[in-house]
């Protein structure tokens, strides 16, 4: 059963960080092994078996109700996001002013085993999909935006002077001094939603 906590993220989680193509940083499996001599046909192989089940598994014979139907798809559905955002995330380097990431760096052998794997994992969402009927959502990306910043203003709302003082005693000037940036922050973050929300 799709878990409150799962139901708010699926309202929220963006579907791509950015515009930047996805592929472009992790090698295939089958380019993997070309490259160091890893039996490529194994890697394929399973992959193969992989789509060779799918296709010989027999349609369900029992049948969901619409709440069981709804939490497999949105649990299934989130599944499916959450491998995209994975992917993302082995295929590029990213950073900002206060955060860097650097994909993770993998043996040639174990991109292959991931590629394989995640092959795998796409081929069995698109069979359970298919057998039981679940239905294609359409994100609306503006209203994950939108979701995205009223939880990021909610937050910000929350570490002005006054806020600080849950994690300690603060000094007299933290509010003539931090509050100005935390205010403006806010500010641009709500001009920002209203804009995407298209106020």
Known sequence: MASARDVQEGSAIAANESGHPRGTGMATSSGAAAATGTDAGAVAGAVAGGDATRHHRSRPTVRLNEAQRRALAITVRLLEE???TIRDLLDRDDGGVLYERQR?????E???RIEALLARMHGVIA???EAFALPREERDARGMIVALLAMSWQSLGEID???M???GETDPALGRELDPYVRELMDLVLALETAVAGG
């Open 161 to 163: 002077a006054r806020g």
């Open 165 to 167: 003082r849950a994690y």
């Open 127 to 129: 069979s359970v999909g």
């Open 104 to 108: 993770p760096r993998f043996t040639p």
């Open 82 to 84: 959450r491998l995209s």
């Open 110 to 112: 174990e991109t292959a």
